[in-house]
């Protein structure tokens, strides 16, 4: 049959499937990610992928996928900002300390469309439109694999850092739903959520799969006191709201196929979902505005609309499996400012406004085929692969409300103005080869070769190979070596807005009217920005695998990823009076300036250390042990010559903020020990994660601020009572550990408002505790 032939069917790939271990053995799982071969195991990889099964989605209190995937996999980095505007509603997530656009996202093998929201703010991830990971459900989800890999010659654009894979749930049969609550130690952030999945069949020869989730999730607040001003009426209360923002998540997931005849598969899958987020922009004080005289504090309510829909066909055609299918997604980001004022409209100004939208979206045409051919000399076949993909990609920004942008406009976040409003579109037309083998029992290999053209900036070709060397069935080695590119977004390209920032000017938080212009505008042009060209990587990777005994492995992958030409967005250069006029005959009137560039150069070394080790004992149960490190070092190789327009203006277009926010922003190590304890219904699990130091930069030496690592514990247990319900407690950071508070040296931290940074992998809302009750069919 078709379903059997295709078990590792091209670019879109059945489940992983887990060989059934003996009683004490590790699982073996057939992974489809990074390869174009049937039956490839996680065991003969060429490549790292972790395997994150839905026990282990549903192993925290999170609901939200990036955050899971922080706490699961040391290579990843997830940190909550707050009081970034529209980062604190879709925050980026690193893997291996890169730019979180500099990894792809799939879902079912195929491309994920990005984030229409551009985080333009000073946190990790500066200047990257990435997927936005939480709106894709745990609900929805089957299992992970995340391939630490350069992988741009196997997918294209993106694939520097890796590949994240999400296989979504199939098949008729079987169904869950869970309704689960928490709260912090706070006794804020409550949280609900209910979300559940279940299957249908389609006639005799298909079925239907539909996941449901929504949560509702309250604010949490750790700002501290305002003490700034003894005069204020509300001196000595808190009035910023600095933490997690409000959200309210809504979403379906339709995953869907049917056979047709024995050579020949149709499949869909689909998602539509809704995120309401409420955060909080920066308190203003008393006197500013008569409609709030004792201050007030700017609220960013936007709402995500993401959706997408692949479908397409499948088969068996003289030897050859094939696949073509179509891809469209988007993504909309809508924002209203409510609870503030726009300063220069007095009394009459109004305290709700429509700040604009943004909206990204790309539609792909795949046709992959792909065969395997015997090869005397080899002791397997060899497996040809072929595609083509045609991309089309638009990015628009829609203008505000008139109020919201009028003068300094709508306090908080100034609207999209009808001079930033657009549509900008591109497309792209690549070609592919992949070749794979095992050439001996011992020794395996492939390459790939991918070729691809943009309208706008032109042509490139990335090339991989990778091979594997087993010693014996207990030793093996690894490599790979690849280029890879990312090509610039069209949000990066594109995006512009005139807002209000706060920049440290002589040791005080001052307002600055800053405009954030597209590369090709005339308004950069004026500050020396020339167009933008794709990123550039190189990466090495060596890899040992062991395994002495059939219940215990481990993986050591040293790797090396050099990038030249990263896209960054620029220092807010506050401009000098003749910038300022020259850009004022233009009809811009701003005090400040920056746009996208290539001007950066940047070297990424590290280590990945995996390790697993089942101990049963047959009278008293199973113990599984997971330990997982990462080390991980940015450097900095080259930074471009400055423009010499901007030199003659006293300003720096890269600055040392930008440079070391990438370097070393995020933790240079992380540790994880996971002890996952089974004895008939019952279940424990308990993880100790240990965050390492990072530095928040400054431009300034003196103010940089190194934050010590931090350890945190997390806490579960669950039974089943019968076959059908699981009833499931927890405390994530049961320990109640906070990051180190921000020195209040040079206003840093707001007067102490806000009394803990953005860049903490963990967050700094403390202990939480969380309850589950499921039901499944």
Same mark, same amino acid.
């Not at 073996?28 to 003969?44: I, L």
């Not at 050579?263 to 955060?279: C, H, I, K, P, V």
């Not at 009217?513 to 004026?526: D, H, I, L, P, R």
């Given at each position: 049959m078709l379903a059997a032939t295709l078990a590792a069917s091209l670019s879109v790939p059945a489940m992983a499937q887990e060989t059934e271990p003996l009683a004490g053995e590790l699982p073996?799982?057939?992974?489809?990610?990074?390869?174009?071969?049937?039956?490839?195991?996680?065991?003969?990889s060429e490549s790292p992928i972790d395997i994150i099964g839905a026990r282990e989605l549903q192993a925290t209190g999170s609901t939200e996928l990036a955050t899971v995937l922080g706490r699961l996999l040391p290579s990843v980095n997830f940190p909550r900002p707050s009081g970034a505007d529209a980062s604190d509603a879709v925050r980026p997530a690193q893997l291996r300390g890169l730019s979180p656009d500099q990894t792809l996202v799939l879902v079912n093998g195929k491309r994920r469309h990005t984030s229409a929201v551009v985080n333009v703010n000073g946190t990790q991830g500066r200047g990257s439109a990435p997927v936005d990971l939480n709106a894709i459900p745990l609900s929805a989800i089957d299992h992970i694999e995340v391939l630490r890999d350069g992988a741009a010659a196997q997918y294209g654009s993106d694939a520097i850092a890796g590949v994240i894979n999400i296989i979504l749930k199939k098949g008729p049969n079987g169904g869950d739903a869970e309704l689960g609550v928490g709260e912090y130690q706070k006794r804020d952030g409550k949280q609900v959520s209910l979300k559940g999945s279940t299957g249908f069949a389609l006639g005799d020869s298909g079925w239907l799969r539909v996941a449901v989730e929504a949560a509702d999730r309250d604010p949490t607040n750790r700002a501290g006191p305002d003490l700034r001003n003894p005069k204020d009426p509300r001196y000595g209360l808190v009035n910023q709201r600095f933490g997690d923002?409000?959200?309210?998540?809504? @979403?379906?997931?339709?995953? +869907?196929? &049917? =056979?047709?005849?024995?050579?020949?598969?149709?499949?869909?899958?689909?998602?539509?979902?809704?995120?309401?987020?409420?955060?909080?922009?920066?308190?203003?004080?008393?006197?500013?505005?008569?409609?709030?005289?004792?201050?007030?504090?700017?609220?960013?309510?936007? @709402?995500?609309?993401?959706? +997408?829909? &692949? =479908?397409?066909l499948r088969g068996e055609a003289g030897g050859w499996r094939w696949d073509t299918s179509l891809n469209y997604g988007s993504n909309e980001f809508q924002l209203d400012m409510d609870h503030t004022v726009n300063l220069d409209l007095g009394a009459n100004s109004p305290t709700h406004f429509y700040a604009g939208k943004l909206q990204n979206t790309q539609t792909l045409l795949n046709v992959d085929v792909a065969r395997e051919f015997p090869v005397a000399a080899f002791s397997g076949p060899l497996t040809v692969a072929l595609g083509a993909e045609a991309r089309h990609e638009k990015y628009e920004i829609g203008a505000g409300d008139a109020a919201s942008y009028q003068g300094t406009g709508s306090q908080g976040f100034s609207g999209f103005r009808p001079v930033n409003a657009g549509s900008n579109s591109r497309h792209n037309e690549s070609l592919y080869l992949n070749l794979e083998a095992e050439v001996s029992r011992q020794f395996s290999g492939s390459a790939a070769l991918r070729h691809e053209r943009y309208s706008d900036f032109g042509s490139t070709t990335s090339a991989k190979g990778s091979a594997r060397y087993a010693f014996n069935e207990m030793v093996s080695l690894r490599g790979t070596a690849s280029s890879g590119f990312r090509a610039p977004s069209l949000a990066q390209q594109f995006y512009t807005i005139t807002t209000t920032n706060?920049?440290?000017?002589?040791?005080?938080?001052?307002?600055?009217?800053?405009?954030?212009?597209?590369?090709?505008?005339?308004?950069?042009?004026?500050?020396?920005?020339?167009?933008l060209k794709a990123e550039k990587a190189r990466n090495y990777s060596l890899g040992l695998q062991v395994q002495p005994t059939s219940n215990w492995n481990a993986t050591i992958d040293a790797y090396r990823i050099d990038v030249d030409d990263r896209i960054a967005l620029s220092a807010n250069m506050t401009l000098s009076d003749t910038l300022k006029r020259a850009l004022a005959a233009q009809g811009i009137l701003v005090g400040a300036g920056r746009y996208f560039t290539n001007a950066i150069d940047t070297r990424t070394t590290g280590v990945d250390v995996v390790s697993t080790y089942r101990w049963n004992l047959a009278l008293v149960g199973r113990f599984d042990f997971t330990l997982a490190y990462n080390h991980n070092k940015n450097t900095l190789e080259r930074v471009a010559p400055n423009p010499?327009?901007?030199?003659?203006?006293?300003?720096?277009?890269?600055?040392?903020?930008?440079?070391?926010r990438m370097t070393v922003g995020s933790p240079r190590d992380k540790f994880s020990l996971a002890t996952e304890y089974t004895a008939g219904p019952w279940n424990g699990r308990v993880t100790v994660t240990r965050y390492g130091s990072f530095t928040v930069p400054q431009n300034n030496p003196a103010l940089d601020q190194v934050y010590d690592p931090q350890w945190v514990l997390d806490l579960a247990a669950s039974v089943k009572l019968g076959n059908r319900w699981k009833l499931t407690a927890g405390i994530d950071n049961a320990t109640n550990r906070y990051p180190d508070q921000v020195t209040s040296a040079g206003n840093l931290n707001n007067n102490g408002i806000n009394p803990y940074s953005g860049f903490s992998p963990n967050g700094f809302n403390g202990r939480f505790y969380y309850a589950k009750a499921g039901y499944s069919w």
């Open positions: 073996s799982v057939v992974v489809v990610t990074g390869t174009y071969a049937k039956n490839r195991r996680t065991v003969d923002p409000e959200t309210r998540p809504r @979403t379906v997931f339709v995953n +869907s196929q &049917v =056979t047709i005849n024995d050579d020949l598969e149709w499949y869909a899958f689909a998602n539509y979902g809704q995120r309401d987020t409420s955060a909080a922009a920066t308190w203003r004080t008393f006197g500013r505005s008569p409609i709030y005289p004792d201050g007030f504090l700017p609220l960013e309510n936007s @709402t995500s609309t993401d959706q +997408s829909l &692949v =479908t397409g706060f920049s440290v000017i002589n040791g005080v938080n001052t307002p600055i009217e800053t405009g954030t212009f597209a590369v090709g505008s005339a308004a950069a042009t004026a500050l020396g920005a020339t167009p010499a327009l901007l030199t003659a203006n006293g300003l720096t277009l890269i600055d040392r903020q930008t440079i070391n």
